[in-house]
């Protein structure tokens, strides 16, 4: 049996997997509209019911949107804080490091011109004596 070139070959046990998730995921979606179906027909047959499990849900709601309410002003007093944190401790920090950089350019720009520039022009001048006393001595065989 030959490989295609990009082509995996798919185990038998994880296909099998495969396959009875999505049994089991359909099966699962049949379930709950039959529960739902269900839930219409009776609640449409008893008025009293109906209204007590529509007075349940709305309090439901009014809790969720409290929930809710109460994680969003979380969520700005995070996110106050985070704004807070980044202008006061990372700008600086930022700031520093910039400066630090600076520095460092500036060092080496330094270093490049007062010491490596003249220690070039040294090895040359001595490569370039080295070579005119290699071309005056005379070579020995």
Known sequence: MEKIEGCEEIEPEKSGRKTLS???????VLILVGLIVLAIIYLTQNPTVTTNVRDIFIILLAFESFVIGLALIILVIQIASLINFIQNEV???IADTQETINHIKGTSEFISKRLVTPVIKI???????????????????
């Open 91 to 93: 700008r600086p920090i």
């Open 123 to 141: 090895n040359s001048y001595f490569a370039g004596f080295k070579k005119i006393l290699d071309l005056l001595r005379p070579r020995r065989r």
């Open 22 to 28: 999505r049994i089991l995921i359909v099966l699962g």
